[in-house]
């Protein structure tokens, strides 16, 4: 793209951030719309938008339609946002964990291989051929939401206004969501760091691999992300709480693999394998507690969710690459394990809030 349309790497930089503050805004101002109107409805309305995005994107030639293709496909991409406590809702209590791990996974594993491919189809039909790619499958979606979901009335029955209100409300109200929120901050802080300064490490000596090779160390992230259900069906039979500190223990495990053995390929397979699975199977761990909170505000509740988590991937990005630049590796390790010591000390405020409340109930 920057070579085709004769731009520099700041203005090719510019892009993600503008695809991550429409994320922000799309779920901010969309997302809870889920609460008022029939979700099936708005799913569809928000794919149609973003096939027009995509379609923008990949026929533009200039670079102010770039940026604002760039900006729209983030606001509309949160349709997935609508469809995750869309599916928790038609969920029973006993099955929720599974549910949302099974969204949750089918979502991540979206997103890890789109990584890989569209590396490989950029070289085979070029960067608009992604995005006009990325159009069809997405317009393949909107038939099968069509097709197959059930029309899901919202709930809420008020104004706009008063829907942002009680959005904004929701973080105040529950203690439990404020500390689940922070915790997935930390969690997808850490993950967005590993993944971010992984790149790095791997392309320098001693391994000096090419994209192609660090690419594949996706399908290692594939093979984690689809062991997070299992934690999600566990959470649903035993105290999803205490899950979570032990997915947490995962990460601090995986952060420590890739610091102790640093130069080894092995050592680095385990660590990514090891972080995925213990930040997918506590995200999965986090919207089924969520989720319990409030049936009748699951799209407010999780865009609260969703947007702290997302702040927490900038945070985590930025401090990765701070911590890269000041002292290569071993900083990043230090930084990772920080992440992964706090969010262990939030689990187990979370764990203990948990049982007083059991013993309260007694």
């Not at 008020?158 to 922070?182: C, E, I, N, P």
């Not at 394990?337 to 109930?361: E, H, K, P, T, Y």
Request: with cysteine.
């Amino acid at each position: 793209m920057r070579d085709s349309l004769l731009l520099t790497d700041a203005q090719i930089g510019n892009l993600p951030v503008l695809t991550q503050v429409g994320v922000g805004l799309g779920l901010l101002f969309l997302a809870p719309l889920g609460d008022m109107i029939d979700r099936k409805k708005l799913v569809i309305c928000l794919e149609l938008f973003l096939i027009l995005a995509l379609i923008g994107m990949s026929v533009s030639s200039n670079l102010t339609a770039i940026y604002v293709a760039s900006f729209a496909i983030g606001i509309f991409a949160v349709a997935v946002q609508i469809v995750v406590p869309m599916a928790a809702s038609m969920a029973t209590p006993e099955t929720k964990g599974k549910v949302v791990g099974t969204i949750f996974t089918g979502t991540l594993t979206g997103i890890l291989l789109s990584r890989i491919v569209s590396g490989y189809l950029a070289d085979w039909l070029g960067w608009r051929g992604v995005y006009g790619s990325s159009a069809a499958l997405a317009l393949l979606v909107t038939l099968l939401i069509h097709a197959v979901f059930p029309s899901q009335p919202g709930k809420h029955k008020g104004s706009y206004g008063a829907l942002m209100v009680s959005t904004l409300s929701q973080f105040s109200r529950f203690a439990k969501l404020r500390r689940l929120s922070f915790l997935g901050a930390l969690v997808f802080g850490a993950f967005c760091s590993f993944w971010t300064t992984l790149t790095f490490h791997l392309s320098t000596a001693p391994f000096s691999f090419n994209s192609s090779q660090i690419g594949l160390f996706g399908f290692v992230a594939i093979a984690g992300t689809l062991v997070a259900p299992i934690f999600g069906r566990l959470a649903d039979r035993t105290s999803p709480e205490r899950m979570q500190t032990l997915t947490i223990l995962i990460i601090i495990l995986g952060v420590l693999c890739g610091k102790w053995w640093q130069h080894s390929t092995i050592a680095l397979v385990a660590a990514t394998l090891l972080l995925d699975i213990g930040v997918q199977a506590t995200q999965v761990n986090n919207l089924a507690q969520i989720y319990k909170l409030d049936e009748t505000a699951h799209s407010r509740i999780n865009t609260v969710f969703m947007v702290i988590f997302f702040i927490g991937g900038a945070i985590g990005s930025y401090c990765g690459v701070w911590a890269w630049r000041v002292g290569g590796w071993p900083l990043v390790s230090n930084q990772l394990l920080v992440f992964g010591v706090v969010a262990l000390l939030v689990s187990i405020l979370n764990l203990s809030a948990s049982r007083d409340r059991a013993v309260a109930r007694t």
